[in-house]
């Protein structure tokens, strides 16, 4: 298992990288300087959690965790939500993403067609405010719910009258 972007508390068990020396990191590499290095199809379990907003080019990371990640691997990404203000607060996020922000690298969708990149994903699963669903109470919570199974009408529509704080999608390294 490897954490990209562990920081100062790293997933027990995980091999982890980040850019800053005194934090859990067992490597400490910037990712932004690619290659990274780690050799090809290594690892069964990549680990994002709230790294990705941060990096200055999305798609050369993606393609960096689709090289490293072996046949099948799974990609846990956690990011914030458009409509997030953890997003706009936190001056180093350079991006938000939605339920679609990894349709580019997804066959068969529609984003997909434009073929700019040979790393490829199966989307598992993509659900808003993940580590805040046994908190949510009322109405919270039946418009959470709600958002989670229409995501493209709360996206187009709602997602600025009722923001969501993360985004949390499961990913199938496709080899």
Sequence with gaps: MLELG???NKTPGAFGVDI??????DLIHDLNKFPYPLGDSEW???????????????VRTVEEIWRIAR????IEISAPFMSSVHYHTDPTHKRAFTSR???????GRPMHRYGYSKAAFEVLDCEYDRGARGHRRGLAKFLTAWANRNKDRYEERY???????QIDFTLRSIK
């Design 20 to 25: 800053i020396p005194e934090s859990q990191a």
């Design 101 to 107: 922000s990894f349709d580019y690298f997804c066959p």
């Design 159 to 165: 997602a600025f009258i009722y923001p969501m704080l």
């Design 71 to 74: 046949p099948g691997a799974l």
């Design 6 to 8: 562990c920081g100062f």
């Design 44 to 58: 069964d379990r990549v680990i994002c959690l709230d790294v990705l907003e941060h990096v200055d080019d999305v």
